[in-house]
Nanobody, 130 residues
Framework: EVQLVESGGGLVQAGGSLRLSCAAS????????IGWFRQAPGKEREGVSC????????YYAESVKDRFTISSDNAKNTVYLQMNNLKSEDTAVYYC???????????????????????WGQGIQVTVSS
């Protein structure tokens, strides 16, 4: 059974930083994609960033590019989302999700679509105070 467990959320002031972790277990295949998504109250779930486990290919939403960095530690089966220069609009519940291996024939932004992912963590709150 695939499990994804997020940690590292919390309350931070605008301009501050947080690092989220996503610990993955139970995948029966060696390669998969991990995505980070977020959902603010009253808004749709938004793709934030994603990474290929096999070669580290990444993609970011425009709203977080140059502020967030996704990385993976394959030895620990953990994916991180380093969030810097946080803004109040980053406040949301953040989810990590697991899906099929990166598809290089598909537009990279497709890897930020929620329907591409089969497995989801329980979510973790990130609150940025202004």
């Amino acid at each position: 059974e695939v499990q994804l467990v997020e940690s590292g959320g919390g309350l931070v002031q605008a301009g501050g930083s947080l690092r989220l972790s996503c610990a993955a277990s139970g995948f029966t295949f060696d390669d998969y994609t991990i995505g980070w998504f977020r959902q603010a109250p009253g808004k749709e779930r938004e793709g934030v960033s994603c990474i290929s486990k096999s070669d580290g290919t990444t993609y970011y939403a425009e709203s977080v590019k140059d502020r967030f960095t996704i990385s993976s530690d394959n030895a620990k089966n953990t994916v991180y989302l380093q969030m810097n220069n946080l803004k109040s609009e980053d406040t949301a519940v953040y989810y990590c999700a697991g899906g099929d291996p990166w598809d290089y024939y598909r537009d990279y932004e497709d890897h930020l679509r929620a329907h591409q992912y089969d497995y989801w963590g329980q979510g973790i709150q990130v609150t940025v105070s202004s």
